[in-house]
């Protein structure tokens, strides 16, 4: 079942990564199913982000497979990868990454045309993401917005494509318990609604509870000499 389903969300097979002569991973099989909700957990320094980065093709592994909706992001190359990325891949970062001196649509309106150009009337859609995840004044310059109201827009930037998954490195960390598992409820219907899979990280295991599914991305760490064929000890 997951097989079949994992046509529309991510399927890692035999995957090999590591830094120079340094950190390294290994994730045997590893599936996401389509529309499902996962939680990457682990101490920090054990890999989420690592492997977050592999899964949106912005590291390159040394060995495996990782399928995104069916297609391997690790054998595309160059513009087709970043094309790919732009139109099945949200991401939202922990600190965001809005572009600074911009509006909260524009931001949103700009992920949509540089990452969906086929997707018509991006305005219409852009002032739509926003509205549904509460924000009011789409005009305000993003800088001047409360750190709540950063984390709306960096949301629907990245579902604003429709992506298949949606991966948010730590989008708690910089937020206060309750403020945390608001901006969680936030993201996990942001995603749902676009009918995409997605993947949170989180070093804080309060957030276990939240999800039905957790991944312990420590297992996946495997000591620098063995991970490296040939390296240096
Ligand atoms: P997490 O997100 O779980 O905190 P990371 O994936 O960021 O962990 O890092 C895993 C390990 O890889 C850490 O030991 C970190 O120091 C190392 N690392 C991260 N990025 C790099 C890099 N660009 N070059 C070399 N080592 C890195
Ligand atoms: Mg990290």
């Given at each position: 079942m997951v097989e079949a389903e994992s046509q529309g969300g991510v399927s890692i097979r035999g995957l090999r990564f590591s830094y120079d002569r340094g950190f390294a991973i290994e994730v045997a099989r590893l599936d996401v199913a389509a529309g499902e909700q996962v939680l990457f957990a682990?101490?920090?320094?054990?890999g989420k982000s690592t492997l977050l980065h592999l899964i949106a093709g912005i590291e390159t592994p040394e060995a495996g497979s990782i399928l995104v909706r069916g297609t391997d992001i690790c054998a595309l190359r160059g513009s087709t990868r970043d094309t790919f990325r732009g139109r099945h891949v949200g991401m939202v970062f922990q600190t965001f990454q809005l572009l600074q001196g911009f509006t909260a649509l524009e931001n949103v309106m700009l992920s949509l045309m540089l990452g969906a150009p086929t997707l018509d009337q991006p305005r219409v859609r852009a002032e739509a993401a926003l509205e549904r995840l509460?924000?009011?004044?789409?005009?305000?310059?993003?800088?001047?917005?409360s750190v709540g109201q950063q984390q709306r827009v960096a949301v629907a930037r990245a579902v604003v494509t429709e992506p298949s998954v949606v991966l948010a490195d730590e989008p708690t960390a910089s937020l206060d318990p309750a403020n945390a598992e608001a901006a969680v409820e936030l993201i996990r219907s942001a995603a749902r609604v676009a009918g995409a899979a997605l993947i949170v990280t989180s070093h804080d295991p309060a957030l276990r509870r939240v999800f039905t599914r957790t991944v312990d991305?420590?297992?996946f760490g495997v000591a620098a000499a063995a991970g490296r064929k040939g390296a240096a000890r």
């Open positions: 682990g101490a920090s320094g054990c509460g924000m009011r004044d789409v005009h305000a310059p993003v800088d001047r917005l991305v420590s297992q």
